[in-house]
């Protein structure tokens, strides 16, 4: 059942001219810091997070459909002799409004973007010489937004901030700096 949930999430991130209107090829990196959330951020850390974007296909001029591959890693956090570290992947596939403003004769896009996804964590406990690794796939979704500024014909510079709520138990707030390239 993974495997066939997986094949769509791909089909949504990637898309066929069947779906949609107009390719977009935006491409975008991100790079911030997850700040964790929920039972889990008590034991760990914030750590770096680093993304890549894909916009595939523009709906309208406002809609677009794309998707996220997220990576987040906490640093090793000591509690009680026990060391812990957590990593967190996701591919969430997202819908996203983005709209041009003018501020005072510069030109900015905002943008607004809501997604389902599938999250990977690996957590690690060590005590001493004894080790103890877990891994769990979960659904989970996203929200998020930013701000964009143009720095020529094909680049955009910009802020970003997530929210990715991954478990039950583990959610992370990331505000990021976005590079976006337009092919």
């Given at each position: 059942?993974?495997?066939?949930?997986?094949?769509?999430?791909?089909l949504g991130?990637?898309?066929t001219?069947?779906?949609?209107?107009?390719?977009?090829?935006?491409?975008?990196?991100?790079?911030?810091?997850?700040?964790?959330?929920?039972?889990v951020?008590?034991?760990?850390?914030?750590g770096?997070?680093?993304?890549?974007?894909?916009?595939?296909?523009?709906l309208n001029d406002?809609w677009?459909?794309?998707?996220t591959?997220?990576?987040?890693?906490?640093?090793e956090?000591?509690?009680d002799?026990?060391?812990?570290?957590?990593s967190?992947w996701?591919?969430?596939?997202?819908?996203?409004?983005?709209k041009?403003i003018?501020?005072?004769?510069?030109?900015?896009?905002?943008?607004?973007?809501?997604?389902?996804?599938?999250y990977?964590?690996?957590a690690?406990?060590?005590?001493?010489?004894?080790?103890?690794?877990?891994?769990?796939?979960?659904?989970?979704?996203?929200?998020?937004?930013?701000?964009?500024?143009p720095m020529?014909?094909?680049?955009k510079?910009g802020?970003?901030?997530?929210?990715?709520?991954?478990?039950?138990?583990?959610?992370?707030?990331?505000?990021?700096?976005?590079?976006?390239?337009s092919?």
């Open positions: 059942m993974k495997k066939v949930i997986i094949a769509l999430m791909v991130v990637c898309g001219s069947v779906f949609a209107g107009e390719m977009q090829k935006e491409g975008s990196l991100l790079l911030g810091y997850a700040m964790p959330g929920g039972d951020g008590d034991t760990v850390d914030g770096i997070a680093f993304g890549f974007d894909y916009d595939g296909y523009k406002m677009s459909i794309g998707g591959f997220l990576y987040t890693s906490s640093p956090k000591t509690i002799s026990v060391d812990y570290t957590l967190t996701g591919l969430t596939p997202y819908a996203k409004y983005s041009e003018d501020l005072g004769g510069k030109k900015a896009t905002v943008f607004g973007l809501a997604g389902l996804g599938l990977g964590v690996t690690e406990a060590t005590a001493g010489s004894v080790s103890v690794e877990a891994s769990d796939s979960e659904f989970g979704f996203n929200l998020g937004g930013g701000i964009m500024f020529g014909d094909k680049m510079l802020a970003d901030l997530r929210y990715h709520l991954v478990a039950s138990d583990l959610s992370y707030f990331i505000p990021a700096v976005k590079f976006t390239y092919f």
